[in-house]
């Protein structure tokens, strides 16, 4: 029997990872040391899916992700949210008060200056979560911890010391799922969202002129993000998600007046309202 993958960055037990074994429980989880390892593991048919985050609610946009998605091939069939829960994780035996310093990724780091400021622990910089996680069980230091998920300790035999320390209890990751193939057909009994990029044309207020088209139509933007595009400050391109569905009456009529003022529209997914928006 053949077994389906989803593909993700990182490694084992890492949120991605968890994304994954909540979205889709009966798939194999592919780890990948890049998104565009993951990506390509997608193209060449190493994996049927790619889990991929976007933003953080509490550190926001995902570094480069938005710059690879819209040249990836791939398109958004759904997406996935996970509540980050850190737990601070250590070799078997140890007690808090033996931990002198933290492993994990940055952005871990900043998320849980509370806890580890209290506890006097100080902050050292890993590639990434669960690879903090391995590297902890592998130097069995009992000095040592890592802030990753209560997963990352049952694959890598470790403790958890603490769990729920992050400094913001609503800290949520959103995640896309990514398919080699479009999926436009309406699913889902809480309505349909779309994202795009685009990119306005060089003429005064373009901007403000190709939004119009949403608020004289009713259609909700629930994001609208910019970032520049083959190191120009000059060409800047939008990424944006809107609820509904481009064969909606309104949002037809909305991408039709947004098409006017741009140069380039790319609708990168269409995909059903996850249930925790």
């Not at 997608?42 to 998605?69: F, K, Q, W, Y």
């Not at 780091?109 to 400021?117: I, P, T, V």
């Not at 010391?161 to 400094?167: G, H």
């Amino acid at each position: 029997m053949i077994q389906f993958k989803i593909a993700f960055q990182g490694e084992l037990g890492a949120y991605s990872h968890e994304a994954c074994r909540e979205a889709y429980p009966d798939k194999q989880p592919l780890p990948c040391r890049t998104f565009e390892d993951a990506i390509e593991a997608v193209r060449s048919g190493a994996a049927e899916l790619a889990m991929l985050p976007v933003e953080n609610s509490t550190a926001g946009r995902v570094a480069d992700i938005h710059s690879l998605l819209p040249d990836s091939g791939l398109h958004m069939i759904d997406e996935a949210f996970v509540r980050v829960r850190i737990s601070l994780l250590s070799v078997p035996g140890t007690t808090l008060s033996q931990i002198t310093s933290a492993m994990s990724h940055t952005v871990l780091l900043g998320q849980c200056r509370g806890f580890l400021s209290e506890h006097g622990i100080h902050r050292i910089t890993g590639a990434d979560t669960a690879g903090s996680a391995k590297h902890v069980a592998k130097t069995a230091d009992p000095g040592l911890a890592a802030l990753a998920s209560s997963l990352a300790g049952e694959i890598y035999g470790l403790d958890v010391l603490a769990q729920d320390i992050e400094d913001n209890d609503n800290n949520t990751t959103r995640f896309v799922i990514m398919a080699r193939d479009p999926d436009y057909s309406r699913r889902g009994d809480r309505g349909m969202m779309t994202s795009f990029v685009f990119q306005v044309r060089n003429i005064p207020a373009a901007l403000y002129k190709a939004m119009g088209g949403f608020a004289t139509n009713g259609v909700n933007m629930t994001k609208l993000e910019s970032y520049m595009v083959g190191g120009s400050f000059t060409a800047t391109q939008f990424h944006a998600d809107i609820e509904g569905h481009p064969e909606d009456a309104n949002v037809k009529l909305a991408l039709e007046e947004l098409d006017y003022f741009t140069d380039k529209i790319k609708i990168l997914g269409v995909y059903p309202v996850n249930r925790p928006r």
